[in-house]
């Protein structure tokens, strides 16, 4: 018998999602998975609710919700972390080009495209 929990997990509104699979790379439990052209979250127990795929998604696809579902699995996300850190290829800042070695990058939406932008350059893109 399983075990479940009342957590926040990620949803995935399938008739908004147009399959460009932008969300699967920002997973690093690796919950998020492509089927039949359409993102998935296949095994509940590898989300751990914390959305960090909500700022990528280009149709607003993706949002949290608080429901019964099975507790986050640390054991089991951890090999998948482990891999997905080996061979991840880092971002880099839209206006300066620094890569998120460099300094914390954050998802931003700009003229209708997903992309990302440095805590330096921030302060600008905000003010002008
Ligand atoms: S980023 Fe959004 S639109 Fe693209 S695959 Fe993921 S849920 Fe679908």
């Not at 399983?2 to 969300?23: A, F, K, M, P, Y």
């Not at 690796?30 to 960090?52: N, Q, T």
């Not at 579902?69 to 998948?80: C, M, Q, R, S």
């Not at 880092?90 to 495209?113: M, N, T, W, Y």
Request: glycine share 8%.
């Amino acid at each position: 018998m399983s075990t479940t929990v009342t957590r926040q997990i990620v949803h995935i509104d399938e008739d908004l999602c147009n399959g460009c699979g932008t969300c699967v790379s920002p997973c690093a439990e690796g919950a998020i998975v492509m089927v039949d052209g359409k993102a998935k979250v296949v095994k509940e127990e590898l989300c751990d609710g914390a959305g960090f795929c909500l700022g990528v998604c280009p149709t607003g696809a993706l949002t949290l919700e608080y429901r019964e579902t099975v507790p986050f699995d640390h054991d089991a996300a951890a090999p998948i972390i482990a891999e997905k850190k080996a061979n991840y290829i880092a971002q880099h800042c839209f206006i300066c080009g620094a890569s998120e070695d460099d300094a914390p990058l954050l998802p931003v939406r700009k003229a209708g495209d997903s992309t990302w932008v440095c805590t330096r350059c921030l302060p600008q893109l905000i003010h002008g």
